[in-house]
């Protein structure tokens, strides 16, 4: 029997160029039963030598980076955010190669303190099978962020990338042979069927992607009594205090909001500014919005790149369409321009914001700033928190202590003080997803480690055991 492909457009000229032959359960159920065996052999020849495993792989993707790069290149529309991402795969092999020996737990025996006839020792057990599935906004990323540490502690990865950016995930075969691990590390394609027949056959399951997909993935997960790492969306505020710098505050608004084109779970999607800064401050942002380039028709120019996924576009421009209907001005960007078959926007500055507009409360993941005045701390941080989303947010204020105050009092699991999205940049932080964002431990931090071990426990009697007539009602 054929089986039937799935097209895959490019996202610069909303051509099917490319596809895909979705995998079938039978055949994850094979690959499944492969790597199992394979991970015998990856768990018990130790941890320094998947650690040399792990660096040959960097090795071989700095090697041929060049063809993964271009084949990102075309699944996402971007050059620059293509090479960072691809030069961040390998940096984040490399650091997690060097820290994983320093976070390994110590296998020894230690004493018992209430009972000390008693003593336990603890082995760390790896998930021998972790499936990772992730989502299109950021595809070699957030393929590898929860592969690798799962890898380093003795597992198998087994990734289904996105459906709409699968290309990188063909051009990493020659790559992953290259480096020696095909058996313990695969990719395979195919949509959320796939996805969902995925979760069936691995351990533990890491997903990137929206809240409703994540329900999905929890349900399965629950079903099959896995754990579920879930790593879901955000609308991330950033509160601008009225002593902030209003030209740089404006900067950090523009760049947090519109990055990638606003593509990624770390956004800042609403900025509240104070009355009394806010004219000057909406100044200051349209002006620096209207000198933002579009990566068209020159993908090496400019900042802003297509919507990867082009029907990202239509779910933007009805929360513009539903925003100006209830208020909001438009001061520069707006329409969704069609250039050459893909689909494009300029930041869209959208001020007088309001909470009963879905741009306020609904992930946009589009590159548009809304902009909501407030008159005091506790009113803007109310409207903070006043989402289903707590995956992170964002304080500009006078200083570092000033904004980290404030930053208390959103529920959201990572602040950035001072600046905003830093979870984009920054690793070493454990920090978990609040409320719809997500559930799971870190995936950032030791806990990005530790996660992918269960603990089993030897509880060893120095003494006599106890006989059931110790246990006798009298
Ligand atoms: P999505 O939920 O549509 O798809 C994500 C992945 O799930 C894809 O690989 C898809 O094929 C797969 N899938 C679909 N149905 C499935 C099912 N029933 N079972 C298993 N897998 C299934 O998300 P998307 O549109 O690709 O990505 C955008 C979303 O990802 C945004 O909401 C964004 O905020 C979120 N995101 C979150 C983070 C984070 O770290 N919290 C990072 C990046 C993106």
């Not at 457009?9 to 690959?31: H, L």
Request: charged share 20%; glycine share 8%.
């Amino acid at each position: 029997m054929t089986q039937t492909k799935l097209d895959v457009i490019n996202p610069r000229t909303g051509k099917a160029d490319y596809q895909i032959t979705p995998v079938r359960r039978e055949q994850i159920e094979q690959f499944a039963k492969q790597m199992r065996v394979a991970q015998r052999n990856w768990l018990s020849q130790g941890l320094s030598a998947r650690v040399r495993a792990i660096l040959s792989l960097a090795d071989s993707l700095e090697k041929n980076k060049a063809s993964v790069i271009s084949a990102m290149e075309i699944d996402t529309g971007r050059r620059m955010l293509a090479e960072a991402e691809v030069m961040g795969v390998i940096g984040n092999l490399r650091a997690w190669a060097g820290r994983a020996p320093q976070l390994m737990p110590k296998e020894e025996w230690v004493q018992g303190q209430a009972k000390p006839n008693f003593k336990h020792q603890t082995d760390w057990v790896p998930y021998a099978l972790v499936g990772v599935i992730s989502p299109w906004n950021f595809p070699i990323t957030l393929s590898f962020i929860d592969a690798i540490p799962a890898m380093l502690a003795g597992g198998c990865a087994l990734i289904k990338p996105s459906e709409v950016t699968p290309r990188f995930a063909d051009a990493l075969t020659p790559v992953i042979a290259e480096a020696g691990m095909e058996n313990v590390l695969r990719f395979i394609q195919g949509g959320g069927e796939t996805g969902s027949a995925l979760i069936d056959h691995v351990d533990c399951v890491c997903f990137t992607g929206s809240v409703a997909t994540g329900r999905k993935v929890a349900m399965k997960a629950a079903e099959n009594l896995i754990p579920a790492n879930l790593e879901l969306g955000g609308k991330d505020p950033l509160i601008i205090t009225e002593d902030a710098d209003i030209d740089a505050a404006a900067t950090l608004a523009l760049r947090s909001s519109v990055l990638a084109t606003g593509q990624a779970c770390q956004s800042i999607e609403r900025v509240y500014v104070p009355h009394t800064i806010y004219s000057d401050f909406i100044e200051k942002l349209t002006e620096k919005a209207k000198a933002v380039r579009l990566n068209y028709p020159d993908i090496s120019q400019g900042e802003i790149g297509p919507f990867i996924f082009n029907k990202q576009a239509d779910i933007v421009a009805a929360q513009i369409k539903d925003a100006l209907s209830k208020g909001a001005t438009r001061l520069s960007g707006g329409h969704i321009l069609d250039h050459g078959g893909g689909r494009w926007l300029e930041p869209t500055v959208l001020a007088n914001g309001t909470h009963d507009m879905d741009v306020m409360r609904e992930e946009t993941f589009g590159p548009v700033i809304p902009v909501m005045a407030y008159d005091t701390i506790e009113e803007a941080i109310n409207l903070a928190n006043d989402t289903e989303f707590g995956l992170s947010g964002g304080v500009f204020a006078a200083n570092i202590d000033a904004a980290h105050v404030i930053g208390k009092h959103i529920d959201a699991g990572a602040i950035s003080l001072m600046d905003a999205a830093l979870t984009g940049q920054y690793f070493e932080a454990g920090k978990q997803s609040f409320k719809n964002s997500g559930m799971g431990p870190s995936r950032m931090g030791a806990n990005g480690f530790l996660r992918f071990f269960r603990q089993k426990a030897y509880i060893a009697n120095t003494i006599a055991p106890l006989t059931l007539a110790d246990f006798s009602e009298g």
